[in-house]
C-alpha cells in the first residue's frame, strides 16, 4: 500500500459524459500527478501540482482539467468523453525536491472505461 | 526536452538472468528511476541511479552511465512472479520538475 488513494476504482460512462476522478496524497506529500495509461500503452503524464498550484502540464487534452484542494487533495475532471479516453489513470504523489526525494507514490488507479 | 528509449518486450526463461536496457537524451539530468508494473496495478519504486555505477538489491540491479546517457535493469534468478512491464523514467535537475517515464519493457519469463 503505497499510501496514495484513488476512488472510484472503477467507472463505466457514456460517450459526452463528464466524470470526476479524485486522488489523496500520502500523508505529507505536497506534489501530486496525474497519468492517463491506455492499453498496453505506456504512462503518459498529464499534469502535476505542487501545494495547491499548477506546476507542470503534459499531454492534458482541453477538456480535461484538473485542481488540488487546501488539504492537498486532487480532482481530475473529465469531460465530453469519447471511447479513446478509456484508460487507467494513475495519481502519484512525492515530497517536493530533487534526486530521490522525487520518488513517486502511485495509487491503485481508476479504470475508466467509456462505452 | 527528454526522449526515453527501451526495448517493447523481452522473453527470459526461469531461474536465468535478464538485462533490460534504457538510453535516453535530455536537456537536464539529475537521476534514473526503476519502475515494476504489474498489469493492471500501480507502478512500484525499484531503484534510483544519481551516480554511474551499479546498485545491488537483491535480485534486482541497476546501472547507470551518465556520460552515456544509457542504464541497464538486471534481473538475476527470475521467477514467473517477475513477469510485468519495468518502466525507466528520468528525474531532470532542477525542483519541482516532472519525472518522464519510457513506454515500458513487458518482460515474460516462461518455464
Known sequence: DSGVTQTP?????????????????????????????????????????????????????????????????SELNLSSLELGDSALYFCASSVPGTGAYNEQFFGPGTRLTVL | GQNIDQPTEMTATEGAIVQINCTYQTSGFNGLFW?????????????????DG???????????????????LLLKELQM????????????????????FGTGTKLQVIP
Open chain 2, 54 to 72: 551499479l546498485e545491488e538489491k537483491g535480485r534486482f540491479s541497476s546501472f547507470l552511465s551518465r556520460s552515456k546517457g544509457y542504464s541497464y
Open chain 1, 9 to 73: 476504482k472503477h467507472l463505466i460512462t457514456a460517450t459526452g459524459q463528464r466524470v470526476t476522478l479524485r486522488c489523496s496524497p500520502r500523508s505529507g506529500d505536497l506534489s501530486v500527478y496525474w497519468y492517463q495509461q491506455s492499453l498496453d500503452q505506456g504512462l503518459q503524464f498529464l499534469i502535476q501540482y505542487y501545494n495547491g498550484e499548477e506546476r507542470a502540464k503534459g499531454n492534458i487534452l482541453e477538456r480535461f482539467s484538473a485542481q488540488q484542494f487546501p488539504d492537498l487533495h
Open chain 2, 81 to 100: 512472479k517477475d513477469s510485468a512491464s519495468y518502466l525507466c523514467a528520468v528525474s531532470p535537475s532542477g525542483g519541482y520538475q516532472k519525472v518522464t
Open chain 2, 35 to 51: 519502475y515494476q508494473q504489474h498489469a493492471g496495478e500501480a507502478p512500484t519504486f525499484l531503484s534510483y541511479n544519481v551516480l
